[in-house]
C-alpha cells in the first residue's frame, strides 16, 4: 500500500530505531553469551527508545527477537544456548515506533568462523545488495527474485552450490509487520509494478546446500535446513522513491548507499 509523506516519516523513523537495535547488540555478541541474554538486552533497549518489539506474542511467539544459528534458516527462539566459537548467528529485528515498523535482521560470525561460512554470509549479504540496487518504480516485482537467483547461481563452485529457500519470502511492511505483496526470492514472475511510496522487506535466505527447510515440531518455529548444512539471512526494509530506492534499516557499518536514483 502506498505510504503519505506523513507515513514515511514515521518508517524512515522506525527503520532508523530497528537498525540502531542491531548496532547496539553488537559488542555483546560473543562466545558466551546466551541468545537468552541478548534478546533480553534488545527488549530493554527497544522499551528505553518508545518503542515495541513486534515479534513478541506475534502469532504467540515467545521472545522479543529472532536468533537462528547456523543450520536455522529462521525464527530462531532466543535460549540459554551459550553461543560458541565459530557460529554464524541471525539476529532479525522488528520494531513498531509510533504505530510504524522496522524490519532489520543480519549475520553476525562469532570467533573463528570457517571459509565456507564466511563466503555464505557475504554470498548471501551481496544477493541482498544485489537485489536492492534494482529497486526503482516501474520495475516488476518478480524482478527481485529472479536477479537474487541468478547472482546466486553464478556464485557457485565446485564445493559450494547455494540455494534459495523458497517457504518464506519478504513482504510489504507499514502499519502492519506484514502487509501486501509477498517478495519471493527465487526467479518469478509477479508482474506486481513498484511504484513510490510503496515499502516492504527483501530477506533472502540461502542455504549451504538444498532449498528445503523443516519446522520444529516441538517448539512449531525453529525452522532448520533438511539436510543440516548452514543457511544466512539478511534483511533490509526498504522504501521505493520517485528516482529509485532507500534502505530505510541501514547501519553505518554498512558499504553501501542508503538512497539510490535511477
Ligand atoms: C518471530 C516473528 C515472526 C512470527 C511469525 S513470522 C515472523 C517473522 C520473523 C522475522 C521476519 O523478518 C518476519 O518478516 C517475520
Ligand atoms: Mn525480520
Ligand atoms: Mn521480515
Not at 523513523?13 to 541468545?35: F, H, N
Not at 538486552?41 to 527477537?65: D, R
Not at 529462521?74 to 522488528?94: M, V
Not at 522496522?102 to 555464505?120: E, N, Q, W
Request: proline letters at 3%; one cysteine or more; glycine letters at 8%.
Amino acid at each position: 500500500v502506498i505510504k503519505t509523506a506523513e507515513e514515511i516519516e514515521k518508517m524512515r523513523a522506525a527503520g532508523k530505531l530497528a537498525a540502531d537495535v542491531l548496532e547496539m547488540i553488537a559488542p555483546y555478541v560473543k562466545v558466551g553469551v546466551t541468545t537468552n541474554e541478548l534478546n533480553d538486552i534488545c527488549a530493554k533497549y527497544t522499551e528505553e527508545q518508545g518503542a515495541i518489539s513486534a515479534p513478541l506474542n506475534y502469532h504467540g511467539f515467545p521472545k522479543s527477537i529472532c536468533t537462528s544459528i547456523n543450520e536455522v534458516i529462521c525464527h530462531g527462539i532466543p535460549s540459554d544456548r551459550a553461543l560458541k566459537d565459530g557460529d554464524i548467528l541471525n539476529i532479525d529485528i522488528t520494531v513498531i515506533k509510533d504505530g510504524y515498523h522496522g524490519d532489520t535482521s543480519k549475520m553476525f560470525l562469532i570467533g573463528d568462523v570457517s571459509a565456507k561460512d564466511k563466503r555464505l554470509c557475504r554470498v548471501a549479504q551481496e544477493s541482498l545488495y544485489e537485489a536492492i540496487k534494482k529497486v526503482r518504480p516501474g520495475m516488476k516485482l518478480g524482478e527481485i527474485g529472479t536477479i537474487i537467483e541468478k547472482y546466486i547461481k553464478g556464485k557457485k563452485t565446485g564445493l559450494e552450490k547455494y540455494s534459495i529457500v523458497t517457504d518464506y519470502c519478504g513482504h510489504g511492511i507499514g502499519a502492519g509487520f506484514h502487509e501486501e505483496p509477498q517478495v519471493m526470492h527465487y526467479k518469478n514472475n509477479d508482474k506486481t509494478v513498484l511504484r513510490p511510496g510503496m515499502c516492504f522487506t527483501i530477506e533472502p535466505m540461502i542455504n549451504a546446500g538444498r532449498h528445503t527447510s523443516v519446522l520444529d515440531k516441538d517448539d512449531n518455529w525453529t525452522v532448520t535446513t533438511s539436510d543440516g548444512k548452514n543457511s544466512a539471512q539478511w534483511e533490509h526494509t526498504l522504501l521505493v522513491t520517485d528516482k529509485g530506492v532507500e534502505v530505510l534499516t541501514l547501519r553505518t557499518e554498512e558499504d553501501f548507499p542508503r538512497i539510490i536514483n535511477h
